[in-house]
């Protein structure tokens, strides 16, 4: 026992000693943007909570926005809200010239995963949403790295325009394709941005390129017993159709991914239905690859709807892009998540992650904040989508992932919700505001640095045209 404390007792020393030495490395401005973050720690904390009780769906995120833009106000940014024609989207920013670096913040929340903040399954209120993607710590620490960016401005430290862009919408309909359409990076040299997450790491992967669309049938009610010979039925079709691409699976490439949710089948057995409507989405790791399995599944829907001999109507929803990956900015975000060192945690915040793991059958190992080293980019990652990817397609963007929940945590369910209504989710919030807010200032400090990663940038995209995957039209917010 007593040798084992000892390794405990150097551990501790040499951990200690790490951070002091990383702490000695780092420049005078960086310091300054580590103290703004912990000066603003309560603030930003404070606002996480609200957003995460408030716990918004896509487009309705009002609370959530007018917080952080609120703030923005408080603390010196020219806000303008109501951007691209969604209310819940707005900018916030500070200063003049170039450069212009942007940071993104997200605050919508997903339905239906309510949770206390608490290791055990129970919702904070039955049916409600919650944030199972960290949204709520998304964009209170973007803000923060702004503001701390925003201060050395005013101090004299540092010269440029500090942009703050509140991007409601992410989980459904993605918000950002409209933001991007209305020009709202049209100025910017470099975009950051981070996302919750199990690990620590500058991201340095690609996400899946995505397309939603609706695909609805329309045929002809009669009585499903009595004279079902006159009625035309629209569930047919519909289970024709998602027939169909479930024998189409097997001809598809391994990244290819196509999900459907069925949203009316019919509303009671003794009627032959007249309408049906399922949403569908088809995604692939590059935009190239997933627009032909778009193409096709949208011809599947001829094929079932004549085969039920009904009508049938597809409907564009919105589609995003892979993320374009930048390296020469992923480099500059390890070195600054080098400089600040890992998260530690209390034993309480041990056990707590150690009960969720337990709770949703994972090893139970607590807490990932090791630092990761920067991986070799693949060219076909798996994993989810963003709409970022549509920002990186029109900008240099730099991607971070910071640990807010423990290790295996399954995501988009009720164990991140719980993290990140706690402090465990709170230290990830903060130190992704201090990554993200010492590589602003590396940026503005080395215009080689923009240089680079816009070269690489320019590389990467190549000659492929941004077309943005959207219906004509204004985005699609409910009409108060």
């Given amino acids: 026992m007593l040798i084992t404390m000892k390794k405990i007792t150097l551990l501790i020393t040499l951990l200690l ?4 030495l990383n702490a000695q490395k780092m420049s005078k401005n960086k310091k300054i943007i580590v103290a703004s973050v912990e000066k603003h720690k309560a603030d930003l904390i404070k606002i996480s909570d609200s957003i995460w009780a408030a716990a918004e769906t896509a487009f309705e995120e009002t609370k959530s926005a007018e917080i952080l833009a609120k703030y923005a106000e408080k603390n010196g940014f020219k806000v303008t809200r109501g951007v691209a024609n969604i209310p819940t989207a707005f900018t916030a920013v500070y200063g003049s010239g170039k450069p212009v670096i942007s940071i993104l913040g997200e605050f919508d929340a997903l339905p239906g995963i309510s949770q206390k903040a608490q290791p055990i399954k129970e919702p904070l209120k039955d049916g409600a949403a919650g944030h199972g993607c960290g949204h709520n710590l998304f964009g209170a620490a973007s803000l923060g790295a702004a503001i701390a960016i925003k201060e050395l401005m005013a101090n004299g430290k540092i010269k440029g325009t500090i942009k703050f862009l509140g991007t409601p ?19 910017v040299d470099v975009n950051l941005s981070w996302h919750p997450s199990a690990k620590t790491e500058a991201d340095v992967q690609s996400s899946l390129a995505l397309v939603d669309f609706k695909v609805e049938f329309f045929g002809q009610a009669a009585h499903a017993s009595g004279d079902p010979w006159n009625g035309r039925s629209a569930s047919d079709a519909l289970e024709l159709y998602t027939t169909g691409i479930n024998y189409y699976r097997e001809h598809i490439k391994p990244t290819v991914r196509i999900h459907y949710h069925i949203q009316d089948g019919g509303q009671v057995v003794n009627v032959v239905p007249d309408y049906s409507k399922l949403w569908v989405r088809v995604r692939d790791t590059k935009r190239s690859g997933m627009m032909p399995v778009y193409e096709r599944v949208k011809e599947m829907a001829e094929g ?28 500059l975000m390890q070195n600054n998540l080098e400089l600040l060192g890992p998260l ?25 904040s090791k630092i990761k080293p920067l991986k070799t980019t693949k060219e076909h990652p798996g994993g989810g989508s963003t709409d970022v990817g549509d920002v990186s397609w029109n900008v240099p963007n730099i991607n971070l992932s910071v ?31 201090k990554a993200l807010g010492m590589t602003a200032t590396d940026l503005f400090e080395n215009p080689k640095a923009i240089a680079d990663i816009k070269k690489e940038y320019t590389e990467r995209k190549g000659d492929e045209v941004y077309e943005p995957i959207i219906p004509d039209g204004p985005p699609p917010v409910k009409q108060k």
């Fill in 304 to 331: 079932a709807a004549i085969m039920a001999n009904v009508d049938y109507k597809i409907s564009l929803i919105s589609g995003i892009y892979e993320v374009l990956v930048n390296r020469s900015g992923g480099k």
């Fill in 17 to 20: 000693f790490v951070v002091s």
């Fill in 169 to 187: 919408s992410e989980e459904k309909y993605f918000a950002k394709i409209w933001m991007v359409r209305d020009g709202l990076w049209d100025d």
């Fill in 403 to 433: 640990t807010v929940a423990p290790k295996d945590t399954p995501w988009h369910s009720w164990a991140v919700v719980a993290c990140g209504g706690m402090s465990i989710g709170h230290k990830g919030m903060l130190h992704a505001a």
């Fill in 344 to 368: 530690t945690y209390t034993e309480e915040e041990t056990l707590f992650g150690k009960k969720i793991q337990e709770q949703t059958g994972k090893p139970q190992v607590g807490m990932d």
